[in-house]
């Protein structure tokens, strides 16, 4: 049986793409520090669960005792403002503690790194939209310059270390699971807000647009990525703004709420819209359009 482990496995996307792996047959390991990520989000099946931050020089530990085939590197700091407040703390877990482990995987002869990106930070306000991984990278928030660097990383390992790799660019991911009480994933905290009659906050005039992608159609692409090397946007092609997404889930929810404007936020784009031809045309397809992804979510944080 081949042997996966996964950073940040406990979190949002990534305790989907642990239950991908444990349906497609692979053992998992999971690495989470739990401070976004929750043991509840977990897969009830058997599996390793170290509660690890990837910064800490005893990973190897891990590694050496498990030896994965395959390593899915989720663990980061997500928050785009939280990177413009405090960009050496975002720098410490996206970039240091992703050389850390790129550093074990090339040492323990891992087979294949797959690397979760950013599509909506890197490319910073595209000439062009939707935006093709052929566009140059020009973030601009540390996150998204954390998330390039450790991708140029990736290629030093490859060419140094025979490492090889996949960087998966996503667009904005939301659905089940997906933390509702901090300031990233604008879909979980207005449903959650929604559903429980409180008004929610619209950073600016709310007509910026991203690119939202259902997780499940993520935790497909990192399956595939197994068999990819490169680089790979994940998304939709489709622009939606803040403020339809606001007034599409108050009519899938059948709830009345009200929103307010704040100051917009410095360091984010206006417009993100990703064009994942490249990934298609390696087999992988969205199943999930934007109202049907909306409804599991919005009927996930009702059960919650």
């Known amino acids: 049986m081949e ?61 050496r005792k498990h030896k994965p085939d395959y390593v899915f590197h989720l663990a980061a700091q997500i928050n785009v403002r939280e990177s413009i407040k405090d960009p050496i703390e975002d720098a410490r877990t996206n970039i240091l503690g992703s050389l850390n482990v790129l550093k074990c995987s090339a040492e323990f002869g891992v087979k294949k790194f797959v690397f979760s990106s950013t599509g909506g930070a890197i490319y910073g306000e595209a000439s ?53 009480k901090g300031e990233a994933g604008v879909i979980s905290i207005f449903a959650n807000n929604i559903l429980c009659g409180k008004d929610s906050r619209i950073n600016g005039d709310g007509e910026q647009t991203r690119d939202y992608v259902y997780v499940k159609d993520v935790a497909d692409a990192n399956l595939l990525a197994m068999e990819l090397s490169g680089v790979y946007n994940v998304g939709t092609g489709i622009e939606t703004s803040v403020n339809e997404v606001f007034r599409k889930i108050i009519d899938l929810s059948e709830n009345n709420a009200f929103s307010s404007h704040e100051p917009a936020i410095k360091g984010e784009v206006k417009r993100s819209c990703l064009d994942s031809r490249k990934l298609v045309g390696k087999g992988w397809k969205t199943q999930y359009n934007l109202d049907r992804g909306l409804k599991e979510t919005i009927d996930y944080f009702r059960s919650e």
């Open 3 to 63: 042997k996966a482990l996964v950073t940040g496995g406990a979190g949002f996307i990534g305790s989907h793409v642990v239950d991908a792996l444990i349906d497609k047959g692979l053992e998992v390991v999971v690495v989470d520090d739990l401070s976004s990520g929750s043991i509840n989000n977990v897969n009830g099946q058997e599996i390793d669960l170290y509660n690890e931050d990837i910064t800490n020089s005893d990973l190897w530990r891990i590694f």
């Open 128 to 180: 062009k939209l939707p935006t093709s991984e052929r566009q140059k990278a020009d973030p601009e928030s540390p996150y998204g310059i954390s998330k390039q660097t450790t991708e140029k990383h990736l290629w030093f390992y490859k060419k140094n270390k025979g490492l090889d790799s996949v960087a998966l660019r996503y667009g904005n991911v939301y659905g089940p699971r997906q933390n509702s």
